[in-house]
Every structure is written in C-alpha cells, then in structure tokens.
C-alpha cells in the first residue's frame, strides 16, 4: 500500500535513496539517472514525443503523467490504462470525457489547497482510478491529513523540498513520520507486527517494528526492529547477519508491514538458518545450494564440471528444453521443467545472476507496452544447418517444427582422432535422475501401499483416463477377451513354442551332489520363486511380446503365481493379443493398471491383487523408479529382476555389410522411443560405403509410420569409426549394449571376444527383431551399460538355489576340527562347541 507518492523537485541523494524504500518516486523526464520505480510526470511537451514515451514504458517507468491532450493521444495510440496517469487542476475535471476517464488508471490533481470535499468529488467521478493530490502550499502536510486523505481513497504527493531525513519541522516532515501516518497498532505496547522476507518475496520470520525502529530502517537502509525486551534490534549488529532493506510496505489495512531485505551472513533465524519457518525449499534452495557450489564444489563434482565446462552446461539447458517441448503429461511437464530450471539457474549463478535478478527481468518485460512479433528464430523455426564440426557427442535435434523430408542423420567420430574424455562420452547413456524419480514416484507407491484397490482405481482413472469398476481379472479369461486376428495367433504360437523350448533348456530340475570329502555331502537344487509379477508396457506400442519374454520362463519354472500387470486400453479392457499370451502362459490374474502404481500394487498387495516376490519387465522412468523403491523396502520383501534404461542397439559392421541390413538394424532399435541408443560402428568402412548406410537410413526411416520418433533418436546417435575389428570389440564391450548386431567378415568368430551383451545377433540375416519376437532368446535384457554385471531374464531367473549338506559321524570326525579351529579364530564359542559336543558324543 502507498502512502504518499514523493516528487523530486530537489536533488538530495540520501534523501533519494531513503523515498526509494518506501514507494515509486515521481520524476521529470530530464532527470537521470531516474529510480528503479518512478513515474515521469510530463507538463512541457513541446519537446516531448510519442515514441519517448513508448520508450521510458518499455524501459520500465511505472507510469506516465500527463495533461489532458497527451492522454487522448495515448489512449489512441494503445497504451494501458494502467500505465496512464491524468494530470489535471480542479478546473479541467468537467472536460474529461468518457473515454479519458476509462483510458486511464489515476489522476493527479492540483489543487491551491487541500479541500478534501472537493477531492472527494473528483474520487467519486473518477471511481475506478487512484487519486494523488499535489497541493500548492508550501508546508507540509501534518499527519492527520495525511490518514484523511487516506480514507476518501487520495493520497498526497509531497515534493521532496518539503520532506526531511531530520526530525519533522514546521516546513519539512520526516519521511517515516509520513509514512507512517496511517499505520495502527491494536497491540498494548504500541508496536506493529512486522513480516521480514527476502527479495523475491520468500517469508524469513515475523518481528516487530516501532515508529523509532521503522524511521532508522528507512534512513539507513539496514534492517533495524523493535525488540519487545531490549528495545531497538538493529539485525547483525552482534551475529554479523546484517540485512539491506530493499523495500518497506503497508499492508492493505494499515495495521502490519513488510520488509523486503537482502539477508547476508547465515541467515534470519537465530538457529543460523535462513528462515524462522524451517529449510528453505524449491527454487530459493536450488539458488542458495547452486551459489554454495559455485564457491566449494569439490573437483570432479557434476556441479563443479557444469560451472566449468560451459559447453556441457549449454548442451544440457538445450536437452531439458527440447525433453520439456516433448513432455506432455502434467507430471512430466513438471519433472522436464524441474530439470531445465535446474540447468538454467546454474547458467545464470555462474554469471552471478540470482532469482531476484530474473524476476525483475520479468517485471521489466511485463511492462512492455510494444511486442515483438514473438516469432521463433530460424534456426528454432526450421531444419539447423549440419555442424560444420563432427561433435564427439551428438545433441538434441528440436524437429517438432522439422519439415518432414528433411534428411535424417547420425552424428559421427573417430576413434583415431578422439582425446580420452572424448571417447569416455562416447560411451555414456543419458543421466537417469533415480533419486529424483524415486522421490516423484514414493507418494504414488505409498497411496496404493496404504489405500489398495481404491487408490489403483483413482490413479488409473488419474493417468491413464480409464474409470475402472475393478482393477484384476482372475481366470478363466473370456473367450471374447482374446479374440484376435488368426494370423497374428499362429505368429504368437510359433514364438510361444520356440522361446518355451529355449527356456526349458535351461531349466534346472536336476540336484547338484558334491563330496568334498569322505563323509560330507554338499547339494544345490532349484525351486521356483513362488509369486511373480510381469510388468508389460502399454505406451506407445502394443508389446504381447513382452508378456511371451517374461510369462514363458515363469511357466517354465514353474512359478505357483504369475500376477501380469499391463495399463487398460480406453475401453477399459486389456488388448486381446496380451489377453491370448496370459492365457498360454498360465496367468493366475492380470491387473489392469499401468506405471508406479501397478508395481506398488504387486509389492505390497491390495484387496484384490496378489502380493509377489520379485517383479519382472521394462517400463518408463516411473516405473523402473518405483521397482527401485519397493526392492529397497524390507517391508515389501520383493525384489526385481535388473535395473532398466532405454532400448539400445550397437552394431558393428565391416566392408562385408549390407548397407540396407544396417540401416534396418538402427532403425529397428530406434523406433521404440525418443531416448533409444543408437549406435554404429564402422570397421575400415569406406566413406563411400558409409554415406551409403546414412542414405539407407534417411530413405526406410522416412518409410516408417513412427518417423517423428526415428527422426529424435537417430538425430541423437552416432557413428564411431575404428580401424579394426579388435578395436571394435574394445569399445563394445566399454558400452555393453542391450543388444549387439555383427555385421562381420567371420562373425561367428568374434562372439568369443564379446564379454559384456545383453544379447548377440550373429551375421547379415540375424536381425535383432528375430530375438525381440521369437527365435526363442529373451528380449528383456540389461540396458544402460549394466550387461558388463547382469544377464538378460532367463528361466533361472525366476528361480532360486537352495543347497543342503549331509555329513555322517566319520566325516564330521575329519570336518570338524577344522571347523572348530576357525570358529575359535573368530572368537565365536557356540560355533566351535556346536561341533566339540558331537565329537564328544561320537567317541
């Protein structure tokens, strides 16, 4: 709330200063440098434009003063009423018109002297407009008609030749005095509660100021309070946590004030924190924590190398804009906006810009009253030019305003030529936030945990648009239920059958018996995990393969419950193809919900859904989260199969490659999602041969019917050459891809080298399609470099060893001396006497 509007007439520096804390000051327009709030009052207009105008309100002056003509040419010409100020004597009232009036927001009047019936006539006339008061008597104001003026809706301007830093005088009145004229206090000792808060608004504790305390704030520009035991506070003095007063205000009711300060040193509260109210969070905790490792980032820290490697900083603000463009659910929207501010506010940190600075950008910007046509740029608004540069690492393509025939292509480098950092980036997958997302998905996971059926329903109602009456069909599945083309059911038979017969290869049903010595006999045997969930996609593709991938082997191990989760369709119902693969499998329930809320459901268990013991099958960020998040708690006593990532595919190719074979191949990988990797590495390929394969691949991918999504994730892959095969192998093996195509003179040869792959595709017609459908190998497979420590989903995966040991007396005579040693070496008795006392029964 304003109280007076102050009018430099008298240059006093100080005196400046100390007005700018309490409100905008107005100014002429030959006086500079003007306040960061001010109004310019314009009476001579003989050298005055329109376009100067345009100017100072694009520049950021509040508010423009002007007499009766210049306002109709304003108001003409578009400028907001709320930019626009009528300057007015009493006797010009009756020329406004209608037009004027609604075109403006305030009115300034002048007036010989202050006759508060005569201004409230003019308030009542101008009623949607301020009304500021510049009288022409040379004293001051006292207070009291200061608070008069206050209640007819006016405020008094007061020149700055009537105004004082001293006491109040009979021909100046001290700038607190006046600016406290209307406050109120319904407090016994007076005082006025007193909201401190930081620059952009963000609340640091509640205190209590006076009219002494306020008066020396104002003056000095330090935070100074009124402490109700031992009187006036002046913030720091002793801490050394001193704070500049940015801006004083009143509330709307004149009864409490706010404090707009910088905060130096540990902070506001005397707990040295900054806020008496608790931990700061969002943005002001990302600023506080981005400007602390600015300063003491350790070596080798992420923070430390995006503030010192700009390029890597400006490559990862170009992909969070690009992954938030894309976005289009809320929570992704929100999760992909949460990672570009992240980047940007590290950007703007290292060149010593806070959130402060960036909102009074934005208000600067609001006060625009001319616009650019806001069209984007053409390097945003069409196909970017090739780099000049074969980047190392390729980045984002922003092809949502592509033109469709433009030419899709890889990006490209050369081992021979790389530094080690280089190649090192080469090899690196996109960063996967699983903290961040563990954190997104724990209030989704602990709803379903603590409210079951009834938050599955919500929350597939919530995400996937599908209102639910019941969340699991148990079987017999309905015949109706899995009604498909025949040509499709002969297709999932023929892949049933082989990838039945390849996991039943590796069941293990027989006993492991060992004698490690006379007398002790060692087993290990098999027995399948009891209860099992199979999570099957349902996002951008249909996948009954999948639900064959992870059913099959569970059949085969012979799991007591196989609980598959897959998201309903519109409908409500779950496609038919997925219905026939639950039924050949043997499914005892599908639950029909999709992401972190089906994997809760299957950890913990709901009404109807089945608790299990381990979780199977690949998902989104969400749902590879919440599998992370249940395996951790020992409550849910579950666990999952591999970490996941998204789909990838390296191929390695010679001068034998079929160019059309390997073009397929990347394409084949790349089409499943924005975020697939895709990689090719070129054995001695000439550049002949090689501008061959990136033909293939612009030409099929333009074929495809998923080209916006072959167009991201090839934009974003690469093409590495080697000399030789041997360094080949050397780089697939550092990468470890999910799946590896060779495309090699002798290829057969080269598996015995291959020691980290989630799955081989050997030789020109082994397409890795064949192991995603039905050659009978398991396409759920280890992604994001994790093939170098765990294998792809097998039969034994969804069983567990036991091992047993059986030893006679003679033998225990031999083993347990030994046995009795160690135990004794260890320090733990009981062990050791667990044995003695048998030996001394035996003899």
Not at 205 to 233: D, F, P, T
Not at 271 to 280: T, V
Not at 488 to 494: N, R, Y
Not at 611 to 636: C, E, H, R, S, Y
Request: hydrophobic fraction near 40%.
């Amino acid at each position: 709330m304003s109280v007076f509007l102050p009018l430099l007439d008298e240059e006093n520096s100080d005196l400046t200063r100390a007005l700018a804390r309490v409100g905008p000051i107005v100014v002429s327009p030959s006086q500079h440098p003007r306040p960061l709030q001010c109004y310019i009052t314009i009476e001579d207009s003989s050298s005055i434009q329109l376009d100067d105008v345009v100017t100072w309100l694009n520049e950021g002056v509040e508010k423009v003063i002007v007499p009766l003509t210049w306002a109709k040419e304003l108001i003409a010409a578009g400028i907001p009423p709320e930019r626009l100020t009528l300057l007015l004597d009493v006797g010009s009232v009756s020329a406004v018109s209608d037009t004027v009036r609604n075109g403006v927001s305030g009115v300034l009047l002048k007036t010989p002297a202050i006759d508060l019936d005569l201004i409230s006539s003019v308030s009542k006339f101008f009623s949607n407009s301020s009304i500021h008061v510049l009288s022409g008597t040379t004293s001051p104001p006292t207070r009291s008609t200061i608070r008069e003026l206050l209640s007819i809706g006016a405020e008094i301007i007061l020149p700055t030749s009537q105004l004082t830093l001293a006491p109040t005088s009979a021909t100046r009145i001290n700038i607190a005095d006046a600016f406290l004229a209307p406050i109120v206090s319904d407090r016994p000792d007076g005082l006025f509660p007193t909201i401190v808060s930081t620059e952009t608004g963000h609340s640091l504790g509640l205190v209590y100021s006076s009219a002494e305390s306020v008066k020396e704030s104002i003056i000095s520009g330090k935070g100074v309070y009124q402490s109700r035991k031992h009187g006036l506070w002046r913030k720091g003095e002793t801490s050394g946590a001193t704070q500049d007063v940015l801006s004083i205000r009143l509330d709307c009711d004149s009864d409490s004030i706010e404090f707009r300060v910088l905060q130096h040193g540990a902070g506001f509260c005397h707990l040295n924190r900054q806020s008496c109210f608790g931990e700061i969070s969002g943005l002001p905790a990302l600023e506080s924590t981005l400007r602390s490792r600015l300063l003491s980032a350790p070596e080798g820290s992420y923070t430390r190398r995006l503030f010192n490697d700009s390029e890597l900083l400006r490559s990862k603000i170009m992909e969070e804009a690009d992954e938030l463009c894309r976005a289009e659910e809320k929570r992704d929207v929100a999760f992909e906006a949460a990672d570009l501010l992240y980047f940007a506010l590290a950007k703007c940190i290292q060149a010593g810009v806070g959130i402060a600075e960036i909102e009074q950008s934005l208000d600067a910007k609001a006060k625009r009253v001319t616009r650019r046509p806001g069209n984007a740029k053409p390097q945003w608004s069409s196909t970017q030019s090739a780099s000049k540069k074969n980047d190392a690492v390729p980045t984002r393509q922003t092809s949502q305003s592509t033109p469709s025939d433009a030419r899709i292509r890889m990006r490209m480098a050369d081992l021979a030529s790389v530094a080690p950092e280089e190649r090192a980036l080469l090899l690196k997958r996109p960063v996967l936030k699983s903290d961040e997302m563990i954190l997104k998905v724990k209030p989704i996971v602990d709803n379903v945990r603590a409210r079951g059926d009834a938050a599955l329903i919500e929350l597939t109602a919530k995400f996937d648009k599908v209102q639910l009456k019941s969340t699991v069909i148990f079987p017999p599945f309905a015949p109706e239920s899995m009604q498909i083309d025949p040509t499709v059911k002969s297709a999932i038979d023929q892949a049933y059958a082989n990838i039945r017969k390849f996991h039943e290869a590796q069941n293990s049903e027989g006993t492991l018996v060992v004698e490690t010595m006379p007398g002790v006999v060692c087993s290990r045997f098999a027995r399948p995990i009891g209860r099992v969930g199979l999570y099957v996609p349902g996002g951008t593709a249909i996948l009954p393969s999948t639900a064959l991938m992870l059913g099959i082997p569970a059949q085969v191990a012979g799991c007591k419950e196989v609980v598959l989760a897959t998201p309903p369709r519109a409908d409500g119902t779950i496609s038919p193809e997925v219905m026939y693969v639950a039924h050949r499998v043997g499914a005892s329930a599908i639950l029909k919900a999709g992401g972190a809320q089906a994997v809760a459901a299957m950890a913990y268990g709901t009404e109807t859904v089945p608790k299990v013991d381990k979780i199977f099958g690949p998902g989104n960020q969400w749902v590879t989260a919440a599998k992370m998040l249940v395996q951790n708690d020992t409550d849910a006593l579950v666990s999952i199969d591999m970490p996941a990532g998204p789909s990838e595919v390296l191929v390695i190719a010679d001068y034998t490659a079929n160019p059309a074979f390997v073009a397929a191949d990347l394409l084949s990988q790349a089409e499943h999602g924005v975020d697939s990797q895709v990689v090719l590495v070129a054995v001695g390929i000439t550049p002949e041969k090689l501008a061959k394969i990136e033909e293939e691949v612009d030409v099929q991918a333009h074929k495809l019917s998923r080209v916006d999504i072959v167009r991201e994730s090839i934009g974003k892959s690469i093409i590495v050459k080697t000399s030789t095969v041997e360094e080949a192998v050397v780089f697939s093996n550092d990468y470890a891809p999910e799946h590896l195509i060779l495309h090699l003179e002798n290829a057969k040869d080269v598996v015995a080298h291959i020691d980290n792959a989630g799955s081989i595709f050997v030789g020109p017609f082994t397409p890795e399609s064949c192991g995603d459908y039905a050659s009978g190998t398991n396409h759920t497979l280890p992604t994001n470099g994790y093939a170098r420590q765990f294998s792809g989903v097998n039969t034994l995966s969804f069983q567990k060893h036991i091992t047993s040991q059986e030893i006679t007396s003679d033998g225990l005579k031999t083993l347990g001396p030994v046995v009795a040693t160690l135990a004794d070496c260890e320090g733990l008795e009981a062990h050791a006497n667990a044995v003695r006392i048998r030996l001394q029964a035996s003899q």
